[in-house]
């Protein structure tokens, strides 16, 4: 990417924020986006992942105070079009300017960052801190000279059966995130080829042009930047040394896992630069809703719907659990609304910890009832017209006078 590109694009409108918003805005909106448009939730979809390139490259230079500062400094100078003159102006822009190039931490999609994102390499996502690196200066597409840093945590969501959260689940979860190009080792050119140094600028990336008393350099417009041209493109990545990798992890759930529980997979984020370890991968367990049951805590909830006749008269009933049912006797008077407590019976979790299941009777008022029923009900009725079910509001009432 050329400078010249770099000030074409218009990063605050690809993140849809204003030149003024605040970083918070920024990351609030490149995180919606990313999210939107991560190549895992829109597998094959190749306008998503363009997208989602497009506001990484975004939130790469405007995450970044200094980066952003440069890129605001550069479109008032030249504005956002190409208004001529040379790209003096560029801080960093002599060559071995390699300080532009800029961390861009995968966590921070996803609010997991692992720190501060620190000045990034070409391993994953930080293809874009070469893009940037290049454009100032710096050459080749390896990845930078920092050592030690370690991965970024990575989050991603699954979705699972409320059965599967109470008893657990071995899932298989794919993951797919930019990382360099395996099939050209992120240089770009087809295997076999290798990019060769670029003849305008010698492989410095910048050419020298005068303009009246002053010398400015600007990036090379043969090579945009890189020090070198690639006739036969790498055929995986197109030449951008950067491709999508995918990889097949098994995830355990473990039984009893709640709906937005995270769960933690050691060393299986993005990997860590210069030796250093590797960040963790938090998987976000969704768990849906169940049609009959429910669940507070360890315990198991159902809502049992229950004839007036059955709790006036007293009866047992048969209640399902989650593998199987279970007999309940209901007491002859039992309100409408009563919970009644089956032990045992609810989440037992990996920690011994078991929950009972929670049973509400509930009474269920027909909403038709046919002639023989209907005689019955009036012939109770009669029988308890005496019998005031409501004596407080009675009193209430004749003490207003009713
Ligand atoms: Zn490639
Ligand atoms: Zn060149």
């Known amino acids: 990417?050329?400078?010249?590109?770099?000030?074409?694009?218009?990063?605050?409108?690809?993140?849809?924020?204003?030149?003024?918003?605040?970083?918070?805005?920024?990351?609030?909106?490149?995180?919606?986006?990313?999210?939107?448009?991560?190549?895992?939730a829109n597998p094959g979809n190749a306008e998503a992942e363009k997208k989602f390139k497009a506001v990484s490259e975004a939130y790469g230079v405007l995450s970044d105070p200094d980066k952003r500062?440069?890129?605001?400094?550069?479109?008032?100078?030249?504005?956002?079009?190409?208004?001529?003159?040379?790209?003096?102006?560029?801080?960093?822009?002599?060559?071995?300017?390699?300080?532009?190039?800029?961390?861009?931490?995968?966590?921070?999609?996803?609010?997991?960052?692992?720190g501060p994102g620190g000045p990034g390499g070409a391993g994953g996502f930080g293809g874009l801190g070469d893009m940037l690196g290049n454009?100032?200066?710096?050459?080749?597409?390896?990845?930078?000279a920092q050592r030690g840093q370690r991965g970024s945590d990575v989050e991603t969501d699954v979705r699972i059966d409320f059965a599967e959260a109470v008893k657990g689940a071995t899932l298989p979860l794919r993951l797919s995130s930019p990382a360099t190009c395996g099939t050209c080792g992120g240089n770009g050119a087809r295997p076999g080829t290798s990019p060769r140094t670029c003849p305008t600028c010698a492989g410095a990336g910048l050419v020298n042009r005068n303009q009246g008393a002053f010398a400015f350099s600007e990036p090379c417009p043969d090579c945009r930047g890189s020090g070198h041209q690639i006739d036969d493109p790498c055929p995986e990545c197109a030449g951008e040394g950067v491709s999508t990798r995918t990889r097949t992890l098994t995830v355990r759930i473990p039984p009893g896992v709640d709906d937005g529980q995270k769960i933690r997979l050691a060393g299986q984020?993005?990997?860590g630069k210069g030796g250093a370890a590797a960040g963790d991968l938090f998987v976000r367990v969704h768990v849906r809703a169940?049609?009959?049951?429910?669940?507070?805590?360890?315990?198991?909830?159902?809502?049992?719907?229950?004839?007036?006749?059955?709790?006036?008269?007293?009866?047992?009933?048969?209640?399902?659990?989650l593998d199987s049912k279970v007999s309940v006797r209901v007491p002859a008077g039992t309100a409408s609304g009563r919970v009644l407590r089956v032990r045992g019976k609810g989440i037992a979790k990996r920690d011994g910890s078991q929950g009972d299941l929670l049973v509400t009777l509930q009474v269920v008022v027909p909403s038709k009832v046919d002639d023989e029923a209907k005689a019955a009900l009036e012939k109770y009725a009669d029988a308890v017209a005496k019998h005031d079910p409501r004596p407080e509001i009675t009193a209430l009432l004749r003490d207003r006078g009713e």
């Open 1 to 40: 990417m050329s400078a010249r590109e770099w000030l074409d694009k218009d990063f605050y409108r690809e993140l849809g924020v204003s030149s003024d918003a605040s970083t918070d805005e920024i990351k609030k909106a490149y995180r919606k986006l990313a999210r939107e448009n991560h190549p895992d």
């Open 290 to 321: 169940d049609e009959v049951f429910g669940r507070s805590g360890n315990d198991l909830t159902i809502t049992l719907p229950v004839e007036f006749t059955e709790l006036a008269l007293g009866t047992t009933l048969t209640v399902p659990t």
């Open 269 to 271: 984020g993005e990997p």
């Open 69 to 114: 500062k440069e890129y605001d400094e550069a479109r008032a100078l030249f504005g956002s079009g190409r208004t001529g003159g040379g790209f003096g102006g560029f801080p960093g822009g002599g060559p071995g300017g390699a300080g532009g190039a800029g961390g861009f931490d995968l966590g921070d999609i996803f609010g997991q960052g692992a």
């Open 135 to 144: 454009l100032f200066g710096r050459r080749g597409g390896a990845a930078g």
